[in-house]
């Protein structure tokens, strides 16, 4: 009976409507089960099913079934009537569609490789504030990149030495944005309130040297959402035009609150994925990294780091050109086994960052992958290793950037730039791992 209610879930005749909410889920099942048995316990689990027929199961609530419609080798589409769903909440959504079901014994291994959601569910969000409009709005250029760098070692510093030796050699240097790393909150060493506080100083001390906007990442990551708005308010008032939470291990809660301070002030948000990769990365099991780019887009995260490929941290080119599509453009097309076709209608793109393992030896395949116009950069030991300081390691950055827009070589390029030249000295055209 138990094997018979889970297989009313399997329905290969169904066809999606338009307001249904699809998911792409690769599926492999336990020893002795079958991919129907396996993809009905999914659906059912996500919906309105358990182990056995249920005598509280009302006659109207069968509508509120999902389907699987499909069902090619491991690959199994799921549809969810949208009814299932809060409006505007990406927790009550990922708590059906990634809840239980990852721990069902029927399953081996289970992973949500995209979703594809209707215009009238994301109707319920607002997206991005900015988007790639923050390097119009708030960098007052026509294109990007936009650079950043993380004082190194990522902790460690003085709130002092973070902003005064740190954070002004590297604006001045040239990069646009000083980011704290994820593990950075409100250490002892390094508090927060008094981090922002010198880091606004010396922001406007660079401006005024440079007439160059520059801002800061700074990492408003804190232990409950009382505290997040009021660091999120504090950065507000210090001049800053972005924050940068820590987007897992805070919670979709906690972005979606971040997200709606952030429309509150008018400010941007950088979103960081420290721990994504425990379960992104098993291609197995576990949640796509393109998935959770999704929503974080419909969210109103305003840049996210997606992978840079050539870097030291995990991300294939195949993939991490899906994602960036996905989050830059309007409308994309299927690719199977990978991505869901999907449909943005008013949410706005969002910007890639490409960060983990860059120097300027390596930033052009960087930018032969991205391009150079919506794209965020992020190079820490790349920049504050350089031979010559932290100083001279933005500028080699920027000449790096340079040469790659006038369409010369870094080579070339370095002749007649020092810094550049000392930095190629030094790294040449490793690939850190």
């Not at 996905?326 to 299927?334: A, D, F, G, K, R």
């Amino acid at each position: 009976m138990a094997a018979e209610w889970y297989l009313d879930f399997v329905d290969l005749k169904h066809r999606p409507r338009a307001d249904e909410i699809l998911a792409l889920f690769k599926v492999e099942p336990a020893s002795g089960m079958s991919i129907r048995e396996a993809a009905g316990r999914v659906a059912s689990e996500s919906s309105i099913g358990t182990w056995t027929k249920l005598t509280t199961l009302k006659p109207r609530m069968r509508r509120l079934m999902a389907h699987v419609y499909e069902i090619e080798g491991p690959w199994v589409k799921v549809a969810y009537p949208l009814e299932l769903f809060e409006e505007g909440s990406v927790p009550g959504l990922a708590s059906a569609i990634a809840g239980n079901i990852f721990g069902m014994k029927a399953l081996k291994n289970l992973r949500l490789v995209d979703v594809q959601l209707p215009r009238k569910y994301l109707r319920s969000f607002k997206g991005p504030l900015f988007g790639r409009q923050v390097i119009k709005k708030i960098f007052r250029r026509k294109s990007g990149p936009i650079t950043a760098v993380v004082p190194k070692p990522k902790v460690g510093f003085t709130s002092r030495e973070h902003a005064a030796e740190i954070g002004y050699a590297l604006w001045r240097g040239g990069i646009d944005c000083v980011k704290d790393d994820e593990n950075l909150t409100s250490q002892r060493f390094n508090r927060f309130e008094r981090r922002v506080k010198l880091l606004a100083k010396f922001r406007d001390k660079a401006e005024r040297e440079t007439g160059e906007v520059k801002d800061a990442f700074i990492n408003v990551t804190a232990p409950n959402l009382r505290e997040l708005e009021r660091r999120v308010k504090l950065v507000h008032e210090h001049g800053f035009r972005y924050f940068m939470i820590d987007v897992v291990v805070s919670g979709f809660t906690a972005v979606q609150t971040a997200t709606d301070l952030a429309r509150d002030y008018g400010m941007a948000i950088h979103g960081h994925r420290a721990m994504h990769a425990a379960f992104t990365r098993n291609p197995r099991h576990g949640i796509s990294m393109l998935c959770l780019a999704k929503l974080m887009r419909v969210m109103g995260v305003d840049q996210l780091h997606i992978g840079t490929v050539i870097g030291k941290l995990a991300g294939a080119k195949r993939e991490v050109l899906a994602i960036k599509e996905l989050i830059t453009q309007q409308e994309v097309e299927e690719i199977p086994g990978l991505r869901m076709p999907q449909r943005w209608g008013e949410i706005k793109p969002m910007l890639p960052v490409a960060s983990g393992g860059l120097h300027p030896g390596i930033l052009p395949e960087v930018f032969d992958i991205y391009g150079t116009t919506d794209l965020v950069i992020q190079v820490g030991g790349g920049t504050l290793g350089h031979p010559m300081g932290a100083q001279a390691g933005a500028r080699a950055v920027v000449q790096a950037i340079e040469a790659y827009k006038a369409g010369v070589s870094l080579e070339e390029y370095a002749k007649t730039h020092q810094e550049l030249r000392a930095a190629l000295k030094h790294w040449g055209r490793t690939k850190p791992v």
